[in-house]
């Protein structure tokens, strides 16, 4: 063992950054010590150490050409001291374009490449510290949001405590007023049922004989020869009595109408004939068949008829026994109204109350900051509103209907990082379209603030939001490169 170090000592192999190949980073450097053999990293093989960087593709996974473009699934990593280092693809070794900051792929100096990393580092830096910076300053606004909304759970838990220790009480008496309007309600209804059936069998006397007076009066204007007797000619007379309406009442029609007899007398007409024939039957003096001196009176005689049949088919005023009960009944029922009111409108603050305490507002509850406000982003002809954890909408920039572009629905980024975009769905449906619905995508930011809208896909939409509870700890954030060569 001691052999083998002083033969590498010896031939100068320790010295790592020296002897590492062209195109291998530091992380694979321990693959690449010079041997009698090189073995592919990943699919094994074994070829002579000469073959590395021979400009010819021996291993299968191409990890023996790391610093030429001979194998087309390799790669080339990229000093690029002063900046980050990084890996291309082996295709893009000496291909006549400068991908490195370094120019270190362009080996062969077909092209002059500038060394442009220090100027890409300072600006990197420069940007890392801007964007350090903004979170920073977004991460203190974050923790206000975070105490303000603790201070929120605090104030509604204890108004949900407070609210539900008068509920008991109030439901209590709730309790009490339905018992006391149902106690009052039931001799109101039996009273009102008593004045209604009497009214009814009065009603029904009255229009049983409303109806006789009228049988007694046609059966005088239909017996023209004043014989006592209505006979088939006499009804013929009448024309409402045209069955099949071609003009002329037959003896056919008449007969029936008169129930197959030729001939009635007045009981026969009264009981049997008249029931049938009165909603067809017309006195003969009609209105506007009488002479222009008698109309003026006959109109006058039947508005004062016409009012006396409305004033008798309106139910009488309840008797004084039946209006104090339901005086008594319906003060009972606004009683109930009232406590039942109050019952509703206090489960509904507790059931808002602990609405928002159950909502997801983040992991910390820093997205509160958001709820009961709206905001709003004016592009060309529309203006569109976010309302976090309630809606999302458009309206014409000119004026208009606003248009739903989807209601909350949950929060809708990937598994690892769920807050990183809002879904608001079931919005108003597109025109022979599916129903609208929004993304948004939340950003860092020392403001809450809408910044951009578009719509990717029919009738889908997407908003662009930046607002402080997106920022992290600086300290915490994960810079995108894994090393600098510097």
């Known amino acids: ?16 950054a020296a002897e590492r190949p062209r195109g291998v980073p530091v992380a694979k450097a321990s693959f690449y010590l010079p ?29 023996d050409e790391p610093g030429t473009s001979a194998c087309p699934n390799g790669s080339f990593y990229c000093e690029n001291r002063g900046h980050y280092g990084m890996d291309i693809f082996s295709s893009q070794v000496n291909d006549g374009i400068c991908d490195c900051c370094d120019g270190s792929d362009e080996y062969e100096e077909r092209i002059k490449c500038v060394n442009r990393c220090l100027e890409l580092g300072r600006q990197d830096r420069e940007e890392r510290e801007s964007f350090r910076l903004l979170q920073e300053q977004g991460y203190k606004l974050k923790q206000e949001f975070i105490q303000q909304n603790k201070r929120n759970l605090e104030e509604k838990q204890t108004k949900i405590a407070e609210l539900e220790q008068k509920l008991p009480e109030l439901t209590a008496l709730q309790t009490e007023a339905h018992a006391a309007k149902e106690a009052a309600e039931a001799p109101e209804r039996q009273a009102k049922d008593r004045h209604q059936k009497k009214w009814e069998m009065y009603k029904n006397s009255w229009q049983w004989e409303k109806d006789r ?40 029609e008449a007969r029936q109408y008169l129930d197959e007899n030729d001939i009635v007398d007045k009981v026969t007409f009264e009981d049997k004939i008249w029931p049938k024939m009165k909603d067809v039957y017309k006195p003969p003096a009609d209105l506007f068949d009488s002479p222009p001196a008698d109309q003026n009176r006959l109109m006058q005689e039947r508005l004062r008829n016409k009012q006396r049949e409305e004033e008798q088919e309106s139910m009488p005023p309840y008797d004084d026994f039946t209006t104090r009960l339901i005086d008594a009944a319906n003060k009972a029922r606004n009683e109930f109204i009232n406590i039942d009111s109050k019952v509703r409108a206090l489960q509904k603050e507790i059931g808002d109350l602990k609405k928002f305490v159950d909502m997801d507002l983040g992991p910390e509850g820093e997205y509160g900051a958001l709820q ?16 976090p954890f309630e809606k999302a909408a458009q309206k014409p920039k000119a004026g208009g209907i606003e248009t739903t572009l989807g209601k909350w629905g949950h929060w809708h980024g990937p598994v690892e990082d769920k807050y990183d975009s809002m879904k608001y769905d079931n919005g108003q449906r597109c025109w022979n379209g599916p129903m609208r619905s929004c993304r948004v995508n939340l950003h860092c930011g020392t403001e809450n603030k809408l910044t951009g809208a578009s719509e990717p896909s029919r009738c889908e939409y997407q908003f662009e939001f930046t607002t402080p509870a997106r920022c992290k700890h600086p300290d915490a954030l994960l810079h995108p490169h894994k090393h600098a060569e510097l």
């Open 213 to 252: 007076v009228k049988g007694v009066h046609a059966f005088a204007e239909l017996d023209v020869n004043g014989d006592k007797e209505v006979d088939y000619v006499e009804v013929q007379a009448h024309k409402e009595f045209d069955m099949n309406s071609d003009g002329t009442v037959s003896i056919e």
């Open 1 to 16: 063992m001691m052999q083998k170090l002083l033969l590498f000592c010896a031939l100068g192999f320790v010295s790592e």
């Open 35 to 63: 041997a009698r053999e090189f073995m592919c990293i990943t699919s094994k093989q074994r070829v002579p150490w000469e073959y590395v960087n021979d400009d010819y593709c021996d291993c299968e996974d191409g990890s």
């Open 372 to 387: 009961g406000q709206c905001f709003e982003f004016t592009e060309r002809d529309y203006t569109y509103v976010l309302c």
